[in-house]
């Protein structure tokens, strides 16, 4: 089953993971994007821990960083979590 919780979990994990890619940490990646916090990189490792919800705006700048846009993003988590199912 797909639920929204399993998705923005793994969409996290695919931000993460292509960040990486590109060369970003994870205080890079949030100072690029949490523009209007205090602490970026507490308010992103609060978000990949599950204790603070990911707004969709966020979810918006996440993508752009990484190059994609959220559409992109949603559509190949959604592939991938239709793979984990099936397997």
């Not at 523009?35 to 969709?56: A, H, M």
């Not at 994609?68 to 988590?77: G, K, M, R, T």
Request: hydrophobic fraction near 40%; aromatic fraction near 6%.
């Amino acid at each position: 089953m797909l639920d929204d919780k399993h998705f923005i979990s793994r969409y996290i994990q695919f931000i993460v993971e292509r960040a990486e890619k590109n060369g970003l940490n994870h205080s890079q990646l949030a100072r690029k994007v949490f523009l209007t916090v205090k602490d970026p990189p507490s308010t992103w490792r609060k978000i990949r821990s599950g204790t603070q919800e990911l707004k969709f705006c966020e979810a918006v700048l996440l993508a752009n960083e990484i190059g994609l846009d959220i559409a992109s993003v949603s559509l190949e988590v959604r592939e991938l979590m239709t793979l984990e199912v099936r397997s």
